[in-house]
């Protein structure tokens, strides 16, 4: 199975009102086809009464095997369905990679 397709079969257990899981890693200096680099978007009720820290941590633990073995970067985007709502239903684009070089 592709990591992305892990990535959203494991995060489905939150039931999450909304789940994006976006590869990013044709953004970075990695061979075509790659699945290294994602970033997911989360608004879950699960969320509800968690710092982010708490959040990160039960996304880390959830990916866990995935994080020790595919995934090099993580970009983690977690909601409550309100927190969804005063951010307008969007985040920012991800920046550039800057290919290691040192800029």
């Known amino acids: 199975m592709k990591i992305q397709r892990q990535i959203e079969t494991k995060l489905k257990a939150l039931t999450p009102l909304k789940l994006d899981v976006i590869n990013e890693s044709h953004m970075h200096n990695v061979p075509a086809g790659s699945e290294s680099h994602f970033k997911v978007i989360c608004v879950a009720d ?3 009464g968690k710092a ?3 959040r990160h941590r039960l996304i880390n633990q959830i990916l866990a095997d995935e994080l020790a073995e595919h995934i090099h970067a993580l ?10 709502q005063t951010a307008g239903e969007t985040v920012d684009a991800s920046p550039k990679c800057r290919g290691g070089t040192g800029l």
């Open 46 to 48: 699960a969320f509800e």
């Open 52 to 54: 982010r820290i708490q």
């Open 75 to 84: 970009s983690l985007k977690l909601f409550t369905p309100a927190e969804w």
